[in-house]
């Protein structure tokens, strides 16, 4: 369970239900701040002569926490100041406890300098000022203060997220500071993932403080860190009476004869993550381009949705992806022939690029279409996604990108992949995770084609849906950060059999 997240009202829930459970509130505090304290120190090591700290607590539980930091940094030798936010009197619970056993000064925030120079200049600051559930936007004090604090570049600790940013949308509320170290308790939250928060917290140290598994397991999270505990038991792996249709068989749309490249791109991801068997569709004008530049990868005729129609008549077939090059008009009507005929039997669907825009502002008719299909995946980027689902007020206004594609999911009854920097797989009965690999160097010409390849070679597979998803954007990153500096598109399928002799155990398959 450490890859599931917590929302800020699951893990204000947790808090309660450790502390039930006969887990003391200030105990779990004091190992919050022990954890704040020892990231302090490994930055100042990283400083030589490195000794003063600036801790900066807010009013709540998070200052609580930075009030332990501080009586423990000093405790072990540092020069610490602690400035507060607010009037210590008016602490209450735990934190108050906290502050009771700080017996150094307090500095008022607006007095404090980040930028001191010479004898009071500091070596690190610990940022406890606000938590992930903070509601409001930062201004006023606490706002100026972060503003001098970014602009001074010191290293900074953040207590469960950089103050001002919003732990259940990853975004800035008002004003934040990026963090060189963030330290959170117990699971990670939705918005150390998603960007800008995923930006903004540096180095994200995970910390066990003593709440325990039941209690969160008790919550039955719904929001997952996208990584291998989530699939890696449905992974597929052939047997030893394996042969290439038992592996599945991966039928892929071409676009026409000055389209064709993504088609292929599509197809050469599919074989490569597994399928045994990969056939391209394609138009009778195109079947000359694409003939010469394939060799395991099969070609049929296919020019209108009769034909696919003919082609889905063999049942050795279990995945179809279009979209990619097909143009809009083509598209729709050949998503309206391949939902058809995968009402006749349980065949995989990936939809991308003209089979999303072709419905554009018209969600509902794709819904309609797909009710019956078990297993659809679709992997719109961001403005495929705001194009297909401007007509759905739950995705369009939605306040975070979590938020988005649970609701576009759940509107169109599909495993939904909101593709991005902080790629988000959701599923329509609420499931959702969010992708913790990738390079900026994914963000290329084809790329996303490669992608849909991978979804449609494990969903030939028969791995169930969500899970196919999240492997495939998964890999997907972890093939572009192999590859890096110089990436093309046709680098990635390449890049995948050493992923995944990495990913899986070599003795299983």
């Given at each position: 369970?450490?890859?599931?997240?917590?929302?800020?009202?699951?893990?204000?829930?947790?808090?309660?239900?450790?502390?039930?459970?006969?887990?003391?509130?200030?105990?779990?505090?004091?190992?919050?701040?022990?954890?704040?304290?020892?990231?302090a120190?490994?930055?100042?090591?990283?400083?030589?002569?490195?000794?003063?700290?600036?801790?900066?607590?807010?009013?709540?539980?998070?200052?609580?926490?930075?009030?332990?930091?501080?009586?423990?940094?000093?405790?072990?030798?540092?020069?610490?100041?602690?400035?507060?936010?607010?009037?210590?009197?008016?602490?209450?619970?735990?934190?108050?406890?906290?502050?009771?056993?700080?017996?150094?000064?307090?500095?008022?925030?607006?007095?404090?300098?980040?930028?001191?120079?010479?004898?009071?200049?500091?070596?690190?600051?610990?940022?406890?000022?606000?938590?992930?559930?903070?509601?409001r936007?930062?201004?006023?004090?606490?706002?100026?203060?972060?503003?001098?604090?970014?602009?001074?570049?010191?290293?900074?600790?953040?207590?469960?997220v950089?103050?001002?940013?919003?732990?259940?949308?990853?975004?800035?509320?008002?004003t934040?500071?990026?963090?060189?170290?963030?330290?959170?308790?117990?699971?990670?939250?939705?918005?150390?993932?998603?960007?800008?928060?995923?930006?903004?917290?540096?180095?994200?140290?995970?910390?066990?403080?003593?709440?325990?598994?039941?209690?969160?397991?008790?919550?039955?999270?719904?929001?997952f860190?996208?990584?291998e505990?989530?699939?890696?038991?449905?992974?597929?792996?052939?047997?030893?009476?394996?042969?290439k249709?038992?592996?599945?068989?991966?039928?892929?749309?071409?676009?026409?004869?000055?389209?064709?490249?993504?088609?292929?791109?599509?197809?050469?991801?599919?074989?490569?993550?597994?399928?045994?068997?990969?056939?391209?569709?394609?138009?009778?004008?195109?079947?000359?381009?694409?003939?010469?530049?394939?060799?395991?990868?099969?070609?049929?005729?296919?020019?209108?949705?009769?034909?696919?129609?003919?082609?889905?008549?063999?049942?050795?077939?279990?995945?179809?992806?279009?979209?990619?090059?097909?143009?809009?008009?083509?598209?729709r009507?050949?998503?309206?022939?391949?939902?058809?005929?995968?009402?006749?039997?349980?065949?995989?669907?990936?939809?991308?690029?003209?089979?999303?825009?072709?419905?554009?502002?018209?969600?509902?008719?794709?819904?309609?279409?797909?009710?019956?299909?078990?297993?659809?995946?679709?992997?719109?980027?961001?403005?495929?996604?705001?194009?297909?689902?401007?007509?759905c007020?739950?995705?369009?206004?939605?306040?975070s990108?979590?938020?988005?594609?649970?609701?576009?999911?759940?509107?169109?009854?599909?495993?939904?992949?909101?593709?991005?920097?902080?790629?988000?797989?959701?599923?329509?009965?609420?499931?959702?995770?969010?992708?913790?690999?990738?390079?900026?160097?994914?963000?290329?010409?084809?790329?996303?084609?490669?992608?849909?390849?991978?979804?449609?070679?494990?969903?030939?597979?028969?791995?169930?849906?969500?899970?196919?998803?999240?492997?495939?954007?998964?890999?997907?990153?972890?093939?572009?950060?192999?590859?890096?500096?110089?990436?093309i598109?046709?680098?990635?399928?390449?890049?995948?059999?050493?992923?995944?002799?990495?990913?899986?155990?070599?003795?299983?398959?």
């Amino acid at each position: 369970m450490m890859h599931c997240l917590l929302d800020t009202e699951e893990m204000a829930e947790a808090d309660r239900g450790a502390i039930a459970g006969g887990v003391p509130g200030i105990a779990l505090m004091e190992a919050a701040g022990a954890a704040c304290a020892d990231a302090a120190v490994d930055l100042m090591a990283q400083t030589p002569g490195g000794r003063r700290v600036l801790v900066a607590c807010g009013p709540g539980n998070n200052g609580g926490d930075g009030f332990v930091a501080a009586r423990l940094l000093a405790e072990r030798g540092y020069a610490v100041t602690l400035a507060f936010l607010g009037d210590a009197a008016r602490l209450a619970g735990d934190a108050a406890i906290a502050a009771a056993r700080w017996t150094g000064a307090l500095v008022p925030l607006e007095q404090a300098d980040p930028a001191a120079s010479g004898d009071r200049a500091y070596d690190v600051v610990v940022d406890a000022l606000f938590g992930a559930g903070l509601t409001r936007d930062v201004s006023g004090v606490p706002a100026a203060f972060l503003e001098r604090l970014a602009a001074s570049g010191l290293p900074v600790v953040a207590v469960d997220v950089p103050s001002g940013l919003d732990g259940n949308t990853g975004r800035v509320r008002g004003t934040a500071c990026p963090a060189a170290i963030t330290v959170t308790f117990a699971r990670r939250k939705p918005g150390h993932l998603l960007q800008p928060g995923r930006a903004l917290c540096g180095r994200l140290r995970l910390v066990d403080i003593g709440i325990p598994d039941a209690v969160i397991e008790s919550l039955a999270p719904n929001t997952f860190a996208n990584e291998e505990p989530l699939w890696r038991a449905a992974f597929p792996h052939p047997g030893i009476d394996a042969h290439k249709y038992s592996r599945g068989h991966a039928l892929v749309l071409s676009g026409p004869a000055d389209a064709t490249g993504a088609a292929r791109l599509v197809a050469r991801g599919a074989l490569r993550i597994g399928a045994g068997a990969v056939t391209i569709g394609s138009p009778t004008d195109a079947l000359a381009v694409n003939a010469a530049q394939l060799t395991a990868i099969m070609l049929r005729p296919c020019d209108d949705a009769d034909d696919l129609a003919g082609l889905l008549e063999d049942p050795r077939i279990t995945a179809l992806a279009l979209g990619p090059g097909l143009g809009r008009e083509r598209a729709r009507a050949l998503v309206e022939a391949a939902a058809g005929a995968a009402h006749a039997r349980t065949r995989a669907l990936v939809l991308d690029a003209d089979a999303l825009t072709a419905f554009a502002g018209e969600h509902a008719a794709l819904a309609r279409l797909l009710a019956g299909v078990e297993r659809v995946v679709a992997t719109p980027h961001a403005g495929e996604f705001a194009k297909l689902l401007s007509d759905c007020p739950e995705a369009r206004e939605a306040p975070s990108k979590l938020a988005a594609a649970r609701a576009g999911a759940a509107a169109l009854g599909i495993v939904l992949v909101d593709k991005g920097p902080d790629t988000v797989i959701a599923a329509p009965d609420g499931r959702a995770a969010i992708n913790t690999t990738g390079t900026p160097y994914l963000a290329t010409a084809g790329s996303g084609d490669v992608l849909a390849g991978f979804c449609a070679g494990l969903l030939a597979q028969s791995m169930p849906v969500f899970e196919a998803a999240c492997a495939a954007v998964n890999l997907h990153g972890r093939a572009g950060a192999r590859v890096g500096p110089g990436l093309i598109a046709e680098d990635l399928p390449e890049a995948l059999p050493g992923v995944l002799g990495e990913v899986l155990d070599p003795a299983s398959g």
